[in-house]
């Protein structure tokens, strides 16, 4: 049994709506799964390591500084979503911790490729608002969804 079917997301599925959001918008958005949050983080937050997995990824390199981290720690049943800081200017902390909440449901429900992808979707809209797609845009990191497993 390959490593990707024991996982209860559809990569494809979620990479397919990362790439959606980046022809309606200029951020650059990254998806960061593993199945626990590693215990030698010094906290258990999902934010904490958030912000490390955001550092490790380099994903405060971008031009716009206009980079998005969605992590989850799906057995933890456990979300965070941090934005770089031009993302900040524009979107408050409450609106990642309302996706995150949404996304869980999701979780607890089962259908966890859904839930990326409604969430995906929801910020769509936000930052196609604040962020328009530009006409020299270039994708300055990956779409791949990255799975820590």
């Known amino acids: 049994m390959g ?3 024991r996982l209860p997301f559809d990569k494809k599925a979620i990479e397919a709506a990362i790439v959606r959001l980046e022809q309606q918008s200029s951020a650059e958005l990254r ?3 593993e199945r626990h949050i590693p215990k030698y983080q ?3 937050s999902s ?6 997995v955001f550092e490790q990824l380099e994903m405060h390199q971008t031009q716009a500084r ?3 981290l969605i992590y989850i720690a799906y057995k ?3 979300c965070a979503i941090v934005g770089d800081e031009g993302i900040d200017q524009y979107v408050t902390t409450d609106f990642w911790q309302q996706q995150c909440v949404e996304m869980t ?3 607890k429900q089962g259908i966890y490729t859904q839930g990326v992808v409604k969430i995906i979707e929801n910020m769509t809209k936000l930052l196609a608002k604040h962020f328009p797609i530009q006409p020299n845009d270039i994708n300055e990191l990956d779409n791949e969804v990255i799975i820590n497993d």
């Open 31 to 33: 998806v960061y799964i």
């Open 105 to 107: 449901g999701y979780f």
């Open 3 to 5: 490593l990707f079917s």
């Open 42 to 44: 010094n906290s258990n």
């Open 47 to 52: 934010l904490t390591r958030a912000l490390s």
């Open 66 to 68: 206009n980079g998005i």
């Open 76 to 78: 933890d049943q456990q």
